[in-house]
């Protein structure tokens, strides 16, 4: 997911700035971006976000903002519990058929929107079919259905219509979903937002272009209600669901939010007492590490530069590339910028996220640093890249948000690059999410920086996104082994489980032996956490944190 949201993300990054506690463990007592609870012990809680919400319609959401609030909103088939397994939402059970193809849901009977329809199997049919319909235009549709989901691929391209997608609604309360092949990841894949939330389509409709856009325009079946908002808005409101099916295990009873990008206004507000949590800048990291309240998650981010290949000739040079990932120095940027314990990422597929299934070892560990900094040698290939282009300067423009740390980030980097690659001269572009997002869509950026939350618990979740004209690549990389090889790990591979691992092994070497992207840092978050918000959920996957056991209790 693009995370250019927390500093980005994030993350996001998307993205784009744009997911998570080590990846395989979750971690409570923990909150968002800045929680408040009032001194009277109500369950309420007040919260900053570095972001306004860009879209609640889950089709099109891409961000990891919108995902955290529809997963409030929206209930889908599951829900992951603290330990990141699923539990049930919407499915109380489910099978899948001896040869991987065939998946059946059995959907709750109690459970309803909040204007009193029953959630049945026919929602989340007409989600599916939505999201692959080429003309809803849905970045994650295409790009988690295609060559999974019966029909998908053929159906986003215009050669099928949206009822040949291997979903149907055998009865009310029964799902079933036919897939392309086995997916070795698919019962992962199936608790992320596309696949499992439902849409009422009396409603969507009904609001046409509209949904999505406004609380007016928005109807939950999940433990919370989004009030006050609209896709301008700074400020917006979430009360508890009483229709929603499981509202006796939802304790607290209203979230305020208000967007902030000052780190040292939310500090002051935390001292102050009015939120209960506050993401702490790399400069503030030193002042609060040794309180109790102090606390540092790792995650499975992974923030990295994109590099433009076709908008201009310097990029679409591998040797440029080369040299631009080998140029900045990544220990010093999680030591002095960050300082919040990332660490620095020599690879795309982070540390402690997947391991070999035969040997259990690392994916990291086994294909250890892929790139890592080496002025002396970047340096080298510049002078060799600037030859083979016929040129003695290059200027480039760097897109980064403009929350968090990203102005730190980015003047680092610009100076880092700037210094070891003599010629280079870098134009600084900060931009709020939404409009990055849009200058990413358009490939309206030379350098990006940028970052990915995965989706699923497996490397795909990060090699995929580079395959030829795949809507998340964005960048103009093509490479036909690396294609090749990820198509094997989706086809004749699926049910070769070692063989699979080797072969996405080799695939992350390929994208940093052809430069696709000079990965930059694995995230983690500092922040100070009042004792009184509990049983806070933070996800390795999905959905940033998980609020639905989450209750205000005692400081003592």
Known sequence: MHRLLKTFFVFIVLISIGVIGVACDN???????????SKDNKQV??????????????????????????SMTTEGLYRLDEKGEKVPGIATKSEVSDDGLKWTFHLRDNAEWENGDPVTAHDFVYAWQRAINPDTGSEYGPYLMNGVVKNAKPIS??????SDLGVEAKDDHTLVVTLEKPIPYFESLISFGIFNWPLNEKFVEKSGDSYGTSSEYLLSNGPYKLKEWESTSDSWKLEKNASYWDAEEVSIEEFNYNVAKDNQLIVDLYEKGE???AELSSDLVDQFQSREDFDTTPEASVFYLKMNQQRTKALGNRNIRKAISRAFDKEALV???LNNGSIAANGLVPKKFSTHPESGKDFREINGDLVSYDAEKAKKLWEKGLQEIGKETVELEYLSGDSGDSKFISEYMANQLEKNLPGLSITIKRVPLEQLTTL????????????????????????????????????GYSVEKYDEILSKTQNELATKPVERYEALLEAEEILFDTA?????????????ISPKLNGVITNAVGPEYEYKWAEIGSSD
């Open 27 to 37: 971690s409570t007592n923990t909150s968002e971006d800045g929680d408040k609870t």
């Open 516 to 528: 696709a992207v000079a990965p930059v840092y694995q995230t983690a978050s500092a922040k100070l």
């Open 157 to 162: 391209g215009g050669k099928k219509k949206v």
């Open 440 to 475: 990413d869509k358009s490939m309206d950026y030379d350098l990006q920086f940028t970052g990915w939350a995965p989706d699923y618990q497996d490397p795909f979740t990060f090699l995929g996104m580079w395959i030829t004209d795949e809507n998340t690549n964005k960048m």
């Open 45 to 70: 809680v007040n919260l900053t976000k570095s972001e306004q919400i860009t879209t609640m319609d889950l089709t099109l959401a891409n961000d990891q903002v919108s995902n955290q609030f529809l």
């Open 275 to 277: 939120i209960d949590r």
């Open 335 to 337: 030591n002095n910028i």
